[in-house]
């Protein structure tokens, strides 16, 4: 575990870079091309990156961009 610290306006920076990212890989989760490995290992870093929103970002800012993923099972 790394610490990091950051400056409000860095914070906001930050949060901005996230949540850019997340509206591209929303983006590319609506590409009907995609094979179901390249829409897990987006939506995998979907929930990295919104992971780490939620530490930057109010709750307000956070809401639309959760998602309900589907849980695969595997046999």
Not at 2 to 16: A, V
Not at 18 to 35: C, V
Not at 37 to 65: G, K, S
Request: hydrophobic share 40%; proline share 3%.
């Amino acid at each position: 575990m790394q610490g990091f610290l950051f400056t409000k306006q860095e914070c906001c920076e930050l949060s901005f870079l996230i949540r850019a990212e997340l509206d591209e890989l929303l983006f590319d989760l609506q590409d009907p091309y995609l094979s179901m490995e390249q829409v897990n290992q987006v939506e995998n870093r979907y929930r990295r990156l919104f992971q780490i929103l939620t530490r930057f970002a109010d709750q307000e800012e956070i809401i639309p961009y959760l998602r309900n993923f589907k849980t695969k099972k595997m046999d």
